[in-house]
């Protein structure tokens, strides 16, 4: 399989001063990028975390593939009112392939699947499943864009299979119902992960807005031949699920996606899954607060093997952290 390349290297310009701050540190612009990239970074994970809550709720009015076109519609006006104001135009020939895989991969399939699975599975459980997804990321990084992969790596991606095992097993007393919601979650994964990988390389052509624009309007191309049911069910939908349509367009796609896109275009994709971790905590605590749901003693005991091994996979030995710079 061929590997995803980087664009071809330039004639480079002169190498920037690099300057100490007060304590002798060296001090340079990727240095101070540093707390840009993990703010955006921020951002994304808690508006992620949210969107399993309203996704969870608009649910109950709007079919899996109504809502995500209604969702990436919406996202795409935002984004595209900002493309125009920034006059940003069309990303250049070389970033297209990796706009539309991304498009129709994590911005349309991952949006319906992953609003079918969580018809079917509370929103704790779904974002502890779809947390698997860093780590096929790191997979197909490795395969695809030449990242390494640590044996630390691989003995937690066996981890965090085993979790997901556990949350698979533990729904099976609700029925075939709930099982085929955990399957729809790893499938949801899948796309994520493959999503990502693909809109890596992509930034080394495009800016974060542009790829972040043009994937949502290549989803929600997508999705259209969900438009006739996403009309029906706005027609009867209460106001409540609407909006919550809405701010999943505007805040998780509009604006987290595109703060995902800045952070990843700064650092490594499996090292930006790893910011993702903190997801399910956030999503189980909004789920409790807000739509009264708790996964049972065994769903959080899965959840906790899928985070315990995304902790061995993204762990460094002692002298690796004293040879390798911090990534953002």
């Not at 903190?278 to 807000?290: E, T």
């Amino acid at each position: 399989m061929a590997k995803f390349s980087a664009p071809r290297a330039q004639a480079r310009p002169a190498a920037p001063a690099v300057t100490t701050d007060a304590s002798g540190t060296p001090d340079s612009p990727a240095r101070r990028a540093q707390p840009l990239a993990l703010a955006a970074a921020g951002v994304t994970v808690v508006l992620w975390a949210s969107a399993f809550v309203s996704i969870r709720s608009a649910g109950e009015a709007y079919a899996p593939g109504a809502l995500a076109l209604g969702r990436l519609l919406t996202g795409s006006l935002v984004l595209v009112a900002i493309l125009l104001i920034r006059r940003e135009g069309l990303p250049p020939r070389a970033a297209w392939p990796g706009i539309v895989v991304s498009g129709l991969l994590w911005f349309g399939g991952y949006s319906v699947v992953l609003n079918w699975g969580e018809q079917l599975v509370d929103a704790g459980t779904a974002s502890l499943v779809v947390n698997i997804a860093p780590l096929l990321m790191a997979l197909l990084a490795f395969r695809l864009l030449g990242e390494k992969l640590a044996p630390r790596l691989l003995t937690g991606m066996a981890v965090s299979f085993a979790g997901a095992v556990v949350v698979g097993l533990s729904m099976a007393g609700g029925g075939s119902t709930s099982v085929l919601g955990v399957l729809l979650c790893l499938v949801a994964a899948v796309a994520y992960a493959g999503g990502v990988v693909a809109q890596k390389p992509t930034l080394a052509y495009a800016t974060p807005l542009q790829v972040t624009t043009y994937g949502a309007l290549i989803g929600a191309v997508g999705c259209l031949p969900f438009g006739w049911q996403l009309v029906q069910d706005a027609a009867h939908a209460p106001l409540s699920a609407t909006l919550n349509m809405v701010y999943l367009g505007v805040f998780p796609t509009a604006l987290a996606f595109t703060t995902w896109a800045y952070a990843l275009a700064r650092t490594t994709a499996s090292r930006m899954g790893a910011t993702t971790y903190a997801v399910p905590a956030i999503v189980v605590l909004m789920a409790w607060l807000l739509l009264d749901e708790i996964p049972g003693p065994l769903t959080l005991a899965g959840g906790v093997l899928c985070l315990a091994g995304v902790a061995v996979a993204r762990s460094r030995s002692r002298r690796m952290k004293d040879q390798l710079p911090e990534a953002a």
